[in-house]
């Protein structure tokens, strides 16, 4: 019964969050020629869309969880407002991005502010502390493991996110469907606070892939896209699966972003092999590989939505299996992961 409550709050959540953000979104391409806040044709060298495009989706998710976030009361909770306000900083920062084009060192200088602002509300990566997991040193070297790995974990997150919107509705649909399955999760074990902000934030999705599905008539730009691997990033820190335990459950996170993550190393070891700039924006992500290979645009982005699918799947699974068994299972999917990254850079030219 309780989680029958729980169910219905949830999916009111979601309905009034996609109604906000199409209204939102709508307004915002409106408004987008006026501010100069436009994705031009040929401005860089990736870039294939024909027309200027909006870069407002940054814009519609950062206002729609603040406007959300104050009418439910969730900014009550300690958690979620720092999770609001690091991700203020975010957005901040890849607007200005969007503007001025920032180096890289300037986006990452915000990416470890919001960081540090997650650390002071008490957001932070545990497993290290924990008797559970199978490392673990009973010093104060455990503290620090946590707060570097915390870092490393969020900004990894927030570039990951970052770098796979590369085609039209990629990042928002990977983005709801990690948000699903921590949205799931979270009504079994009865996170209430959690339950609704994932529920707000799946319906910013949904109203923005209403937008920024192929052909787009709005980019999420650096702004958005920051901002969600950011959120995401975020909500995986302060998640307590409730079955299982630290050694079986820590990589589930891994398995939700497994897409974006794997886009990131294979961008990555791809441009180091090729002596190419990491941080210059090109068409060598995992999408353009298979668009080269002959797969038509949509279904590409089926293809690496249905893969994140399979694997979510897996990651849950994992949850109520033995941490042998579990572990074992996650080192596959990391194998796997490395087959399909040596094929897809093999054959890319």
Same mark, same amino acid.
Do not use: R
């Given at each position: 019964m309780t989680?029958?409550?729980?169910?219905?709050h949830a999916l009111m959540l979601i309905l009034a969050s996609s109604l906000l953000s199409i209204l939102l979104s709508w307004f915002s391409i409106?408004?987008?020629?006026?501010?100069?806040?436009?994705?031009?044709?040929?401005?860089?060298?990736?870039k294939s869309h024909p027309n200027p495009i909006p870069l407002t989706g940054g814009i519609v998710l950062i206002d729609l969880l603040i406007i959300m976030v104050?009418?439910?009361?969730?900014?009550?909770?300690?958690?979620?407002?720092?999770i609001v306000l690091?991700?203020?900083?975010?957005?901040?920062?890849?607007?200005?991005?969007?503007?001025?084009?920032?180096?890289?060192?300037?986006?990452?200088i915000g990416q470890i502010l919001a960081s540090v602002i997650?650390?002071?509300?008490?957001?932070? !990566?545990?497993?290290?502390?924990?008797?559970?997991?199978?490392?673990?040193?009973?010093?104060? @070297?455990?503290?620090?493991?946590?707060?570097?790995?915390?870092?490393?974990?969020?900004t990894t997150l927030t570039n990951a996110f970052n770098f796979i919107d590369s085609i039209d509705g990629l990042a928002v649909g990977l983005s709801g469907l990690s948000i699903v399955f921590f949205l799931f999760i979270s009504i079994i074990s009865g996170q209430v606070i959690i339950l609704n902000f994932c529920s707000i934030l799946l319906g910013a999705c949904i109203g923005l892939y209403f937008f920024n599905a192929h052909p787009a008539r709005l980019f999420l730009g650096d702004s958005g896209a920051q901002s969600l691997g950011f959120f995401l990033g975020s909500i995986a820190i302060i998640f307590d699966p409730i079955t299982g335990n630290q050694s079986s459950t820590w990589f589930v996170p891994v398995l939700f972003f497994y897409v974006p993550l794997f886009d990131l190393l294979l961008v990555i070891i791809s441009r180091i092999r090729r002596k190419k700039n990491i941080y210059q924006a090109s068409r060598d992500h995992t999408f353009h590989r298979l668009e080269q290979m002959g797969f038509p645009i949509q279904h590409a982005? @089926?293809?690496?939505?249905? !893969?994140?699918?399979?694997?979510?799947?897996?990651?849950? @699974?994992? @949850?109520?299996?033995?941490?042998?068994?579990?572990?074992?299972?996650?080192?596959?999917?990391?194998?796997?992961?490395?087959?399909l990254l040596n094929k897809l850079d093999k054959n890319y030219y």
């Open positions: 989680e029958d409550i729980y169910l219905d409106k408004i987008a020629p006026a501010i100069g806040l436009m994705d031009i044709p040929g401005s860089a060298e990736h104050l009418l439910t009361g969730l900014w009550k909770d300690t958690k979620i407002l720092g690091s991700g203020i900083v975010i957005s901040i920062f890849g607007l200005l991005d969007d503007f001025l084009n920032l180096s890289p060192l300037k986006k990452f997650l650390i002071y509300f008490g957001i932070q !990566v545990s497993f290290f502390s924990s008797p559970e997991f199978f490392f673990h040193t009973e010093s104060e @070297l455990d503290l620090w493991l946590n707060l570097l790995f915390t870092v490393f974990w969020i982005v @089926l293809l690496m939505h249905g !893969v994140s699918l399979a694997v979510s799947m897996i990651g849950y @699974l994992c @949850l109520n299996l033995n941490s042998i068994y579990a572990n074992l299972i996650f080192i596959l999917t990391l194998f796997f992961g490395l087959f």
